[in-house]
């Protein structure tokens, strides 16, 4: 009977893609851990990975293991971390987000650190895995996330809203243009999703909303804006980035191009509903205070981009640049 130690090792597996980084994180031997998976599909009896020559991926039954084994583990986690935002001493407010929101974290949390020295701020960098999963927990106190999840168990504010842009090779036939519209791209070959990242993302991503067939994607999945910007140079694909991720990406061959007539994509800030204490309400109330409408600039902590209204943006809506 498996336990919970392989079922940890093998997401880790499919979650970073090689036995060499996978091994890496879990500071074990490469040889140990190969062992380990191997093990675990042995007394499964089926095949959860297909070795190849750039690492590993999932066969279909170890994607729909991989779900489930990531659920199992979040779940022995939640259930020994349920107390733990309680049983913190000092006022502290820990804010989870992923890098490639840009500077954005910083605009949000100053004026907050400013009105509240007493509290420890802290912040942590996630991989797309841990996509809601250590706010479930109670690792951290919030989390900034896009596209915003609508789940009944948060409560969550729109912070920003950053326009899109196509991310292409400067030899792409559309490298030359000052803008482009879907329909010139629609056809175009996206970034496969890696199983360690959520549908709803990926769908975000490649403007699922606007198509009537799934895109056509490559055959590998990139798990990083590095491994992104590969696929991207070397011609392989394009991607629809928000503005924020752009710098990250584009250069060295690598050349972004606004995208009109598409609903730019909304950040928001998401925290339990159940979670009442002060240090995080008192966020959340600031956030409501700079979004509330006023004439002038955007609020202080969105100098790119302005807030949106609570609740849902309609298609078509219009994004304007702060002056700022």
Known sequence: MPDLRQFHYFVVVVEEGQMTRAAARLHIAQPALSQAVAKLENELGVQLLKRHARGVTPTDAGEAFFEKAAEALIAVEEAEEALDPWLRGAPRLIVGFSQSVGDIPRGLLRPYMLSHPDVEVQTRHLAPPERLVELRRGRIDVELLYPPPHRDELIERVVAVSPRYVVLSESHRLAGERSLVFSQ????TLPARHPSVAEEIANDAWLSQYRDAPPQLTATAPTSLDELWT???RGKAIAILPEFAVPQTQGDGVCA?????VD???VCLALRREDVRPVVRELLGSIDAAAEPRGGPSPPFLPR?????QGRRQKGSRVVR???
């Open 185 to 188: 791209i629609e056809n175009e």
């Open 231 to 233: 696929l991207i140079s």
């Open 257 to 261: 191009i606004p995208l009109l007539g």
């Open 264 to 266: 730019p994509l909304e």
């Open 305 to 309: 981009w302005q807030a949106a209204p």
């Open 322 to 324: 702060s002056s700022t």
